[in-house]
Nanobody
Framework: VQLVESGGGLVQPGGSLRLSCAAS????????MSWFRRAPGKGLEWVSS????????AYAESVKGRFTISRDNAKNTLYLQLNSLKIEDTAIYSC?????????????????WGQGTQVTVSS
């Protein structure tokens, strides 16, 4: 099982980024996926979840209306579009896999994680 994130970088406030998470070693379309982030000096924060076929999504209040999660099961890839970025969005963003049938904000419910990609929002 492998999850590899990419797409992070340095962006000014109000800017946009698109993160990707390439999955391999398992049947990607069978699993609900989520994004988490860890800001400097803070704990792991759930950001967003998507169900197996992308019909259901959920977002943390802090990112709702600005971030969009999506997936392409044919490409075994999870995405997170980040718009209207704020300084407080600066964090390492990681994708994770869960075997649960419902969205979960608890990291303990996830059994596979990527290494993360750094997003820095700064002027």
């Amino acid at each position: 099982v492998q999850l590899v994130e990419s797409g992070g970088g340095l962006v000014q406030p109000g800017g946009s980024l698109r993160l990707s998470c390439a999955a391999s070693g398992f049947t990607f379309s069978n699993y609900r996926m989520s994004w988490f982030r860890r800001a400097p000096g803070k704990g792991l924060e759930w950001v967003s979840s998507i169900n197996t076929y992308g019909m259901y999504t959920a977002y943390a209040e802090s990112v709702k209306g600005r971030f969009t999660i999506s997936r392409d099961n044919a490409k075994n890839t999870l995405y997170l579009q980040l718009n209207s970025l704020k300084i407080e969005d600066t964090a390492i963003y990681s994708c994770a896999r869960t075997q649960r049938y419902t969205a979960s904000p608890s990291p303990a419910d996830y059994d596979a994680w990527g290494q993360g990609t750094q997003v820095t929002v700064s002027s």
